[in-house]
């Protein structure tokens, strides 16, 4: 049969916090985890965010946090000078390759701001990673 197997350098990324400069620049960019593939066929590697907007909780009084940051907000890439691409709920191909012991990609993100509408909060978004071998 199939077998597939995609080992990660980390369950979750901590995104680096943003600066006044990041605010200005629109963006700030973190190094996510490293990814392995092993397969004994054809794969493929997908991305997806796990929903349509970020989970915020409060951090400051009189400030909420942003309920409503879509997931295209975090920006994904495999070089760490882009492109970056949005993330969706929908499935986009992060890697493919043949059949392979160890096929090693790393993962980077952008993080985008924005000053009128990204208040203080804490921020989370699932990234879901699927490797099929069709």
Do not use: C, E, H
Not at 70 to 93: E, H, M, N, R, V
């Amino acid at each position: 049969g199939r077998v597939v197997r995609l080992q990660m350098s980390a369950g979750s990324t901590p995104l680096a916090a943003p600066t006044t400069a990041d605010f200005d620049a629109g963006f700030n960019s973190t190094t996510g985890p490293s990814l392995t593939m092993s397969a004994n066929a054809p794969w493929t590697l997908y991305i997806r965010a796990g929903s349509s907007v970020w989970s915020a909780t409060n951090t400051s009084p009189g400030a909420p946090a942003r309920v409503n940051k879509p997931a295209a907000d975090l920006k994904w890439s495999t070089a760490a000078a882009g492109s970056f691409a949005p993330l969706s709920i929908t499935d986009a191909s992060l890697a493919t390759g043949t059949a392979t012991a160890s096929a090693a990609t790393t993962l980077y993100f952008q993080t985008l701001y924005n000053w009128t509408v990204d208040s203080p909060g804490n921020y989370s978004l699932t990234v879901v990673l699927t490797l099929t071998a069709p």
